[in-house]
T-cell receptor, first 110, second 113 residues
Framework: LAKTTQPISMDSYEGQEVNITCSHNNIATNDYITWYQQFPSQGPRFIIQGYKTKVTNEVASLFIPADRKSSTLSLPRVSLSDTAVYYCLVVLPTGNQFYFGTGTSLTVIP | DTAVSQTPKYLVTQMGNDKSIKCEQNLGHDTMYWYKQDSKKFLKIMFSYNNKELIINETVPNRFSPKSPDKAHLNLHINSLELGDSAVYFC????????????FGPGTRLTVT
């Protein structure tokens, strides 16, 4: 089961781009990298998922280098409402086993 | 319409009691999950279940048991509650295959006194 390592916390000012890096050295060939966001007193919410290179949606971008041992979630021009915990996880293709790490607590400062 | 719902939202009970948490999803998903989030916000999967297979995290005590009356429901029954069971429990659902995003419920905060 591939585990992930993320910074425990980050602070950013409103309007800045925020990059959160996740390490997953033991990622397997068929694993996908997925990011979730969790607000206080709510369940996690899917943000983005990718396998390699770059994926972009209306909320974020996900950058994955060729060796896939790390990934970076990029949030453009964050606002106060982006204050949340962000989890990186590696999704196994079988067994439905998901490992949520400790997450990164992002605080956006006015 | 709420995609994944859980009841109750809060549950306060005494040690030794037996309690259940209910979960329902209306997304047509075939796989459901239970997670436990402790006071340090560490989110840990307890079970995943679909029509074919129940996968149990080996660290989960056998006092915890999932019960699924149908594809849209996965309830969590807990016997002989202990203080360490206090946490927030999240239900989630997805399509099977592992790659699909999971949809989480709002959580049930369980407090054992």
């Amino acid at each position: 089961l591939a585990k992930t390592t993320q910074p425990i916390s980050m602070d950013s000012y409103e309007g800045q781009e925020v990059n959160i890096t996740c390490s997953h050295n033991n990622i397997a060939t068929n694993d996908y990298i997925t990011w979730y966001q969790q607000f206080p007193s709510q369940g996690p919410r899917f943000i983005i998922q990718g396998y390699k290179t770059k994926v972009t949606n209306e909320v974020a971008s996900l950058f994955i280098p060729a060796d896939r041992k790390s990934s970076t979630l990029s949030l453009p021009r964050v606002s106060l409402s982006d204050t949340a915990v962000y989890y990186c996880l590696v999704v196994l293709p079988t067994g439905n086993q998901f490992y949520f790490g400790t997450g990164t607590s992002l605080t956006v400062i006015p | 319409d709420t995609a994944v719902s859980q009841t109750p939202k809060y549950l306060v009970t005494q040690m030794g009691n037996d309690k259940s948490i209910k979960c329902e999803q209306n997304l047509g998903h075939d796989t459901m999950y239970w997670y436990k989030q402790d006071s340090k916000k560490f989110l840990k999967i307890m079970f995943s279940y679909n029509n074919k297979e129940l996968i149990i995290n080996e660290t989960v005590p056998n006092r915890f048991s999932p019960k699924s009356p149908d594809k849209a429901h996965l309830n969590l029954h807990i016997n002989s509650l202990e203080l360490g069971d206090s946490a927030v429990y999240f239900c989630a659902s997805s399509l099977s295959g592992g790659y699909y995003e999971q949809y989480f419920g709002p959580g049930t905060r369980l407090t054992v006194t």
